[in-house]
Each structure stands twice: as structure tokens, then as C-alpha cells.
């Protein structure tokens, strides 16, 4: 998973009812990067198998998941964060405008957790680079983090216009589908980020149990089965979600 998956993973906390499901962060730039976050689901209910519905019966009280502590975090202290917001910060007093400027001050904002002031400055900087991707992913991650599904969605999206050989922003579309209980919405999404990259653990894991929440067991089985030949720790959603 990358660097910048594991931030996306993280900011969502505990994806909803995931009991054992990675989670995703924000991170400085794209790379490979470990699961994470994953004892952060582990409370939380599974999700019960929708007949006719797309919806899925589950606890909307769970934490929400999101990145995990990605490597690259975990070698800055906060004190690192705020220093890097006093540059930037000193940086924009003379040039408001500055694009790089705006984008390291946001993303230290999200790791010390102010995601309502990573936004803002997200906002600005969109302003000024309209087709960043890497603005609207980064801005994304922050809304799920805040539990804004629909305008996280709408992030990913435009992530995935500028940028449409992006995985983890499929990915993280498909997660705040999951979030709102779309499902079958969510499917084709992971099927994207798994045509991009065949051996994307996660994706085959979080479309197996979206199949398993729209009552789809042969496919979630086969899915789940995948991501745990990619990743062993997606046994526990094997087990969970296609009764292995």
C-alpha cells in the first residue's frame, strides 16, 4: 500500500463497520507504505447481508477508518509539524500565493489533526492549481476524516480526472461509498484501482466485503480469498465476511 493510501486509510479511522480492513493517511507524496490501523476496526460490527437493498445493516456509531500511521509520519513529531507550519506560515506572509507554500502547511494542519484549517488551505490551493490531483486526494482524505462523505467523494473524483492512473484515489472514492452504505456503488471503484494495480490487496479486500454486504457470497469469497493470498492479515475479512 502506499504512502499515500495509508494516509486515506487513516483519516477514515475504522472504515465504518470494517472489522479488519486497512485504513488510509496523508502523506507527502506517492510510495509504498505498510497496512495500518487495522486494530482500530477491530470492535466494530460486521456488516449484515442486504437483501434488495444496497444497503448493508451496520453500526453508523462505528469509528470511521482512515489511512493508518504511515512510516513517513511516524519519523516527525508534532513539534516538527508546527514548525513546518511556522515556515510556511512566515513563507505566505510575503508570497500568498504560494502554491508549494500552501500544500506543506495543509498536509502538517492534517497530521496534527486540524482538518477543518488543512480545507481551507486545500481550498486555496485548489484555487490555484485547478487540475492538481494530488490537491483534491489530499483534500479528500481530510473530508473523511471529518466524515463529509459526499464532498470526499467529489474530491476523489476530481483526483481521479487529473489523474486517472491514480489507484488510491479509486480507492478512496470507493471507501466513502462504503462510508454511506453504497456498496454496489462502491464495486466498480475497487475494480478500477485493481485494474491499475493487479495486486492491490485492499481493493480486492474492501470489493469483497462490499460484494458480501449486497449478498454476492461466491464473488466476496473469491475477492476475500485474493487479498489474502496478497496480504495475510485480510483472513480476518475472509473469515468475517465469507464465513472461512
Excluded: W
Excluded at 164 to 169: H, I, R, S
Excluded at 184 to 202: H, V
Amino acid at each position: 500500500m502506499s504512502h499515500r493510501l495509508l494516509s486515506l486509510l487513516s483519516i477514515t479511522g475504522s472504515l465504518l463497520f470494517f472489522s479488519q480492513c486497512a485504513t488510509t493517511v496523508e502523506t507527502d507524496k506517492p510510495g509504498t507504505a505498510q497496512r495500518a490501523m487495522r486494530q482500530e476496526t477491530a470492535s466494530a460490527p460486521a456488516a449484515t447481508a442486504s437483501t434488495g437493498t444496497e444497503a448493508a445493516t451496520a453500526s453508523a456509531a462505528a469509528p470511521v477508518p482512515v489511512p493508518g500511521t504511515m512510516e513517513a509520519a511516524a519519523r516527525k513529531s508534532s513539534a516538527d509539524y508546527r514548525n513546518e507550519i511556522r515556515i510556511a506560515d512566515a513563507t505566505l506572509k510575503g508570497s500568498p500565493r504560494n502554491f508549494d507554500a500552501l500544500l506543506t502547511r495543509a498536509k502538517a494542519k492534517s497530521h496534527l489533526k486540524d482538518y477543518a484549517d488543512a480545507i481551507a488551505d486545500y481550498n486555496l490551493a485548489a484555487r490555484l492549481k485547478p487540475t492538481n490531483a494530488e490537491v483534491y486526494y489530499n483534500r479528500g482524505l481530510n473530508r473523511l476524516k471529518l466524515k463529509q462523505y459526499t464532498p470526499a467523494i467529489s474530491d476523489f473524483s476530481k483526483a481521479t480526472k487529473y489523474n486517472p492512473t491514480d489507484k488510491e484515489a479509486f480507492f478512496g472514492r470507493g471507501a466513502a461509498r462504503m462510508q454511506m452504505f453504497n456498496f454496489k456503488g462502491a464495486i466498480p471503484d475497487f475494480t478500477k484501482a485493481i485494474e491499475l494495480d493487479p495486486t492491490y490487496a485492499d481493493a480486492y479486500e474492501y470489493r469483497g466485503i462490499s460484494y458480501s454486504s449486497i449478498n454476492k457470497p461466491a464473488e466476496a469469497k473469491t475477492d476475500l480469498e485474493k487479498a489474502t493470498q496478497l496480504n495475510p492479515e485480510a483472513a480476518k475479512s475472509l473469515r468475517r465476511y465469507a464465513g472461512k
